[in-house]
Nanobody, 127 residues
C-alpha cells in the first residue's frame, strides 16, 4: 500500500524559510516522478515543483523558482521542499504527490497525472 505523509509546515514570518518533508512508504520513491502542489485559500490547486525519476531533472513554478528547492533523500525514501524568502502569498496547504509512470506531463506540473497524494501540511506566512 502506497502512502505519502507530509510534515514540516507551520507558521513563519515573511522572509523566513521552511523545509517540507514527504515520507513515502510502499515503494521506492526515487524510481518515480514526485511533485509538490499547493492550494491557497480560495484558489485552485497549483503546481509548485517536481523531480524526475532518478533525480535527473527538476521543474519549478515561476512563483517559487529561485527561492525553492526540491530534493530527495533516497536512504530515507523522503521528498523535500526547501522554501526560502517566504511571503504571505505562499500561505497554503502543501501536498506531495507521486506519478507511477513518470510522465513528462507530471514533471511539468499536471496534477491530473499523479496517482498518489499525501494529506497535506499547512504553511502560514505572516506579514
Amino acid at each position: 500500500q502506497v502512502q505519502l505523509v507530509e510534515s514540516g509546515g507551520g507558521l513563519v514570518q515573511a522572509g523566513g524559510s521552511l523545509r517540507l518533508s514527504c515520507v513515502a512508504s510502499g515503494l521506492t520513491a526515487s524510481e518515480y516522478t514526485m511533485g509538490w502542489f499547493r492550494q491557497r485559500p480560495g484558489k485552485e490547486l497549483e503546481f509548485v515543483a517536481a523531480i524526475s525519476q532518478g533525480d535527473s531533472a527538476t521543474y519549478y513554478a515561476g512563483s517559487v523558482k529561485g527561492r525553492s528547492s526540491i530534493s530527495r533523500d533516497n536512504a530515507k525514501n523522503t521528498l523535500y521542499l526547501q522554501m526560502n524568502s517566504l511571503n504571505p502569498e505562499d500561505t497554503a496547504v502543501y501536498s506531495c504527490a507521486l506519478d507511477l509512470h513518470s510522465n513528462i506531463a507530471a514533471l511539468q506540473g499536471d496534477a491530473r497525472i499523479y496517482e498518489y497524494w499525501g494529506q497535506g501540511t499547512q504553511v502560514t506566512v505572516s506579514s
